[in-house]
């Protein structure tokens, strides 16, 4: 009779840890970030405008919900696929402090939108192409959905051709 038991717990055991191992299986794709050119497809424009290039991807860690940070060269003409793919409105001021916040709105002291890109204060690293808090007076483009709590912005710096894209949702 303890030989049966024993037997019934070593299947329950077995069952259990290979359980544990497809759902971390299941959960490491689930989470693996899309390649470059993906993320610009489904986040930014499909299809990709002819000037992108060295497109680079960030999804810093987000419990709840997603951070997609994407840098990309472009050319300004290219923007407007971008710009009219959705409702976006420009806004005048754009602020990224020292702890990893990003804050835009029309007026400097006026009503601003605020985000956390990455968590500074708490460990989390930049990466190196990261540059924005190196830019100066870049042109700012925000599309804020409030039924889902989700923001993209377009950050563009004409001298440099440059642009990030970042898509930050919460979830429903």
Not at 20 to 36: E, F, V
Not at 89 to 108: A, C, F, K, M, S
Not at 110 to 115: F, M, Q, S, V
Request: proline letters at 7%; hydrophobic letters at 40%.
């Amino acid at each position: 009779m303890a030989h049966k038991y024993r037997y019934y717990l070593f299947v329950l055991l077995a069952s259990l840890l290979l359980v544990l191992l497809l759902l971390t299986i299941s959960i490491a794709i689930l989470m693996r970030p899309p390649s470059p050119s993906q993320a610009f497809r489904e986040f930014v424009c499909d299809p990709i405008p002819k000037s992108v290039k060295e497109i680079k991807v960030d999804r810093p860690f987000k419990l709840l919900g997603h951070r997609y940070i994407l840098h990309f060269l472009i050319d300004e003409a290219d923007l407007f696929p971008i710009l009219n793919s959705k409702p976006f409105r420009e806004v005048q001021h754009i602020e990224y402090t020292e702890n990893g916040g990003l804050w835009w709105g029309d007026h400097p002291m006026g009503n601003r939108h605020g985000l956390s890109l990455y968590s500074l204060r708490s460990g989390e690293t930049e990466p190196e192409w990261f540059n924005l808090e190196q830019w100066d007076s870049p042109k700012v483009y925000v599309l804020e959905e409030e039924d889902v709590i989700r923001m993209r912005l377009l950050i563009y710096n004409k001298e440099l051709g440059e642009a990030y894209f970042i898509d930050y949702r919460l979830p429903e």
